[in-house]
């Protein structure tokens, strides 16, 4: 009776044991794995930041799919204005050129170390897409272009997107978005910054 009771006892501590180690290690894990894919999924985003810049000098608009993104980005130039004197003068003493100079964009989009084919892949979705939009708004009484590129974080925390990990970090919510720029304001910052 006394190696059953002893048995017994020994269980309940192994039990127990196991189930502090998991109340103290999953907060870690959890921090751990949101920090990482959040780091990756920002480093995304801001390679998509650079790519819809470089398609503005281009198009002066955002592209609104990624497909149109890849393809201009891959096929078109970028136009450099060079100017040639000093355009703050007065014209009558000295004349002002302006000479354009285009380059191709996917040079420049090499030199950024972008890939447009996986651009548009949310890291550990499993192929899910980021989401796009662009439009064009009246803003201070000016017709402006706006886009905003963003996912949410249930899309790319696997096993951690739930709300129960709210436990682990006020203001978590896997259907709280990150993302860059506006559809309501011309503002491509991210909300991470």
Request: proline share 3%; net charge neutral; glycine share 4%.
């Amino acid at each position: 009776m006394k190696y059953v009771i002893n048995f017994v006892l020994l269980a309940l501590i192994v039990v127990f044991a196991y189930f502090l180690y998991q109340s103290i290690a999953e907060p870690i894990r959890f921090t751990d794995v949101k920090a990482k894919r959040q780091k990756l999924v920002i480093e995304n985003l801001k390679q998509i930041r650079k790519a819809q810049e470089l398609y503005r000098e281009i198009t002066d608009s955002f592209a609104n799919n990624f497909d149109t993104l890849a393809y201009v980005l891959k096929n078109d130039s970028i136009p450099v204005v060079k100017i040639i004197g000093n355009p703050d003068e007065i014209k009558s003493v000295t004349e002002v050129e302006y000479d354009t100079i285009y380059f191709s964009a996917i040079d420049s989009i090499r030199n950024l170390n972008i890939n447009l084919d996986s651009l548009k892949y949310v890291p550990f979705s499993n192929g899910k897409i980021f989401n796009i939009a662009a439009d064009e708004i009246d803003y201070q009484k000016t017709k402006v272009n706006v886009v905003e590129v963003g996912t949410r974080y249930k899309d790319f925390m696997g096993k951690y997107a739930d709300k129960k990990y709210k436990k682990y970090e006020t203001g978590y919510d896997p259907n709280n978005v990150v993302k860059f720029g506006d559809l309501n304001t011309p503002n491509l910052t991210g909300n991470w910054e």
